[in-house]
């Protein structure tokens, strides 16, 4: 065991007297702690900003005058999906979806105004944040320190006096293993760091945890993958090489490769051709407006025949309601069930993309990230789920009021007549159907369970690399 | 000419640098095919909307028998035609939208809804010819180019060649020149086999083409001024490594950060929340407080405000026109602030070579900012026609009828 932490302390000791390892360390340093801390403040003060707009536009809403219901149900509401506080790490689809979803009666609209649509386009890397520096540039900081770190024994000709020694291969490659993981963990520290402010903003620890322990294995399984290949390799120049080309694939390659292999075997029709489609289906349910619409004639029948009455007039309920009730449940019937459709094929893509991790762990932990950050997909469809019930609620809310409060003569009438129109304005009162809504990511089992996939495969791609370097270090030979 | 051969037959036999050429026209034959693929997609899906469009409108039309309700339930398709140098730059298309179904009412309301694909695919971004040019290209030269010199000193032939040349410095000239010239083939070629059959005329590809070539000379030139230095290999590599990490990373995200700074923009709900304010109001106000501020924009309908009854839909369409008149400052302000952030990314990306280049490309494409806020205004310019052609029928109370409808303005795509 004294062996293979001389051996570390020996590799780090070099790697601090090295001008050009000191150098990158240094920067990466700095871009890490750059990165971290302008996404951590970027994301609170989106937080706060959000946070504030749901407030006010709850407000709005109840503080709106006496009117008619059915003006509420198009009034509409406004929710907005403030990021959970592991968003400071990884953003993730928070940029590209937009944030904020109008709700009003008959509709479902979609979220509008993404970062990402507002931005200056730059190239594809401009919005950097920490999550993106981990996955994709601090392993070429560990290639760039790590990749000679066998074959330098070899080149000072220190290999063969060690192996004479009695050291074997498997302290070698444990000294040299704890030394690069070391430096890798020291990177970790900023990502440690924002991780534990993320507890204090309410955070679980097990989701904090979780993430500073996938990035852990991530880099891990970098570290393990340099050693492999400095230990089979016999000259710096073919490891860069080899090494250079695992990350352009892995990290540059793959991954948009996993996206267009998705979108091939899996083709979404976009959010206007499934509303075109569902056009014929939503005439057929009828306009909730028109109480006389043929497709209306059946549930006036039935309700003539329940309260024993001859005309609408006559009915203890608004009939104008009870159609808007009636018509609003079957369209959002259909309206749910397209958008279900869209979101689990939607879902399905992102698993199929996310297979991918078996060839790139630069996928897996992508993929891992935004899961264990509550900024994935799943949650993002969970807001829109959300956000259609919050929805649902206070629109059927409004037209209960319309229903049961509301005289049929006066609705009838409310366009010719001036005394009429003031009656069926309802008391602001009944406002307060609607919920508040406030967002929160899954609990933070549920988002471990959703990481489970990637984690296994950066664990799968752990296990390969080491048992490989292992036994490469084993036959090692001066 | 003997020394162009014998460097051919150098190249031919160093197998990392074939290896690294391999990939680069691999790399650049799959973003172009894939790139014609989706543009292909796009184009189906189009023609496909186009159809169900026209085919929605006809029942639609049957149904109404009153202007209010006709241009009430009756939506029109907008697009943006990909051009045929799409596929090489999806650029805007992959978040801006490039589709639109709108209608006579407010069009604030309507114009900032996005079609958008699966967000986790806008997250990662595709893989088209810009990609492969602009950021893959620069590693691939930096990997054929940092051990050009620096191999041959670790194998101690470099002052024996040197010394054996014509002049200092041409076999690593002819070495450079020849590797740089068979990457940029290995991206020129497939993107002209490909671009050629697709449509994109030879301008087009001259002008894209010129483009890979400065950002690959450029890169070229970064190279040769490292190995100035005199390191080895690995120091090279690391080097120049971290120098596309700067400039093609870190530079264009420190840019983003500075412009959002220096350009701020209106919040886009902002936009939505008071266009819903002054449209939902409207049904509070007497109605002078819409028919005034209407007739300031339409003077040509002042003898035909008497609203006589609580609801008429002239009065529901000229309170849709207030509610746009009403956040025009706020929606100017936005537009602009795009525009604006648009332009002095422009100007600072001349700091970065990938993202002027990805600009350059995406320009040539259509695919830019500027292609997608132009598209924007001629959804616009037809809601505005929309406009002109429902409001004489609103006002003069007329009947509708087959050839009044046949009258209504279409939407033409540019190039259509």
């Known amino acids: 065991m004294n062996r293979i932490f001389a051996i570390a302390r020996e590799e780090s000791r070099l790697w601090l007297r090295s001008r050009l390892a000191q150098c990158t360390l240094l920067i990466f340093a700095l871009l890490l702690a750059a990165v971290s801390i302008s996404t951590s403040l970027r994301m609170s003060e989106e937080h706060r900003e959000r946070s504030e707009q749901q407030a006010l536009a709850e407000e709005t809403f109840l503080s709106q005058p006496d009117r008619h219901p059915h003006r509420m149900v198009h009034y509409g509401h406004y929710v907005f999906r403030p990021p959970p506080p592991l968003a400071m790490i990884d953003p993730g689809v928070d940029a590209v979806t937009g944030q904020s979803i109008f709700l009003e009666g008959h509709r ?83 990502l440690a760091m924002v991780s534990a402010a993320a507890i204090v903003r309410g955070e679980t620890l097990l989701a904090s945890l979780g993430v500073i322990g996938l990035y852990a294995i991530y880099l891990f399984v970098w570290c393990g993958l340099i050693l492999l290949v400095s230990a089979r390799v016999r000259s710096r120049a073919l490891s860069l090489g080899v090494l250079a080309l695992f990350w352009l694939a892995s990290a540059l390659i793959v991954p948009r490769m996993a996206v267009e292999s998705a979108s091939a075997t899996m083709p979404a029709p976009g959010k206007l051709e499934t509303d075109l489609r569902m056009q014929a289906e939503l005439r057929e349910v009828g306009d ?114 319309h229903v049961e409060q509301l005289d049929y003569i006066d609705d009838m009438n409310r366009s010719v007549d001036a005394e009429s129109e003031r009656r069926t304005r309802m008391s602001a009162e009944n406002w307060n159907v609607l919920d508040g809504f406030s967002f929160q990511p899954a609990a933070a089992d549920e988002r471990l369970a959703r990481a489970g996939a990637p984690l296994a495969m950066l664990f799968a791609w752990f296990l390969l690399v080491t048992a490989g370097g292992i036994h490469a270090a084993r036959r090692m030979q001066p | 000419m003997t020394g162009l051969i014998r460097e051919i037959r150098f190249l031919a036999s160093d197998r990392a640098a074939l290896l690294w050429l391999g990939i680069a026209l691999l790399v650049a034959c799959m973003s172009v095919f894939l790139g014609l693929r989706e543009i292909a997609a796009q184009r189906a899906e189009l023609n496909e909307l186009i159809e169900i469009d026209r085919t929605e409108r006809e029942v639609v039309d049957a149904l109404y028998q009153d202007w209010g309700e006709v241009a009430y339930y009756t939506f029109h398709l907008t697009w943006d035609s990909p051009s045929d140098f799409a596929f090489a730059a999806l650029g805007q298309r992959d978040t801006s939208p490039w589709k639109h179904h709108i209608r006579a009412l407010a069009l604030e309301g309507q114009i900032y809804e996005t079609d958008a694909e699966n967000p986790d695919f806008a997250l990662i971004g595709r893989f088209d010819f810009a990609f492969a040019a602009n950021l893959l290209a620069p590693l691939l030269l930096i990997l054929l180019l940092h051990d050009l010199r620096s191999a041959e000193r670790t194998a101690g032939r470099y002052e024996w060649l040197s010394a054996t040349a014509a002049s200092r410095g041409s076999p690593w000239f002819a070495r450079a020149v020849l590797r740089v010239g068979a990457l940029a083939l290995c991206l020129i070629v497939p993107l002209w086999a490909g671009g050629l059959p697709g449509g994109a005329g030879a301008s087009t590809l001259v002008a894209a083409s010129l483009v890979v070539v400065l950002h690959i000379a450029f890169w070229w030139g970064v190279c040769a001024l490292v190995d100035r230095f005199g390191w080895s290999s690995p120091v090279n590599l690391t080097a120049l490594v971290g120098a596309w990490l700067a400039l093609a990373v870190i530079v264009p995200a ?6 959002e700074a220096a350009v701020p923009l ?98 040539i494409a259509g695919t830019n900012m500027a292609a997608s806020l132009a598209y924007e205004q001629r959804v616009r310019d037809y809601h505005a026609a929309l406009r002109t052609y429902y409001y004489p029928r609103l006002f003069r109370d007329e009947a509708v009828s087959d050839a009044s409808i046949g009258q209504r303005p279409e939407f033409h795509a540019m190039g259509d």
């Open chain 1, 288 to 401: 909730g407006h028109y109480a006389g619409a043929p497709q209306f004639l059946q549930l006036q029948a039935n309700l003539l025949a329940l309260y024993d009455v001859e005309r609408v007039e006559d009915l203890p309920v608004n009939f104008r309601g009870v159609v808007a009730e009636a018509a609003e449940a079957d369209l959002t019937e259909v309206m749910n069930r397209f958008a279900e459709e869209r979101m689990d094929l939607e879902a399905r893509q992102a698993r199929f993309a996310e297979s991918f991790g078996w060839l790139s762990p630069v996928v897996a932990v992508s993929a891992g990230s935004r899961a264990l950050s509550g900024t994935d997909l799943a949650t993002h469809h969970r807001f829109l789920r959300e956000a259609e019930d919050v929805r649902f609620d206070f629109i059927q809310g409004l037209n209960r009021v």
């Open chain 2, 254 to 259: 420190a840019i983003r950060i500075s412009v």
């Open chain 2, 266 to 363: 209106p919040d886009g709900g902002d936009i939505l929340l008071t266009q819903r304010e002054a449209v939902n109001d409207a049904w509070d106000l007497p109605k002078s407080a819409t028919m005034d501020p209407f007739v300031e924009r339409h003077p040509e309908w002042a003898d035909y405000t008497e609203i006589s009854q609580s609801f008429e839909w002239k009065w529901y369409y000229a309170f849709q026109q207030v509610g746009d008149q009403t956040v025009e400052p706020l929606s100017r302000a936005y537009r602009e602030g795009r525009i604006g952030r648009d332009r002095l990314a422009g100007r600072l990306a001349w700091l970065s070579p990938p993202a002027l280049a990805e600009r350059a490309l995406q320009a």
């Open chain 1, 108 to 190: 479902q609209n979609t979220a509008m105004f993404a970062d990402a649509r507002a931005s200056a386009d730059l190239g594809g890397f401009e919005g950097l944040t920490a999550a993106l520096v981990y996955q994709l540039f601090v392993p070429l900081l560990l290639i760039a320190i790590g990749h000679g770190v066998f074959i330098r024994e070899r080149e000072e000709n220190t290999l063969a006096p060690l192996l004479a020694q009695g050291v074997t291969g498997i302290q070698l490659y444990a000294g040299k293993w704890m030394a690069l993981a070391g430096v890798a963990l020291a990177l970790l520290l900023p």
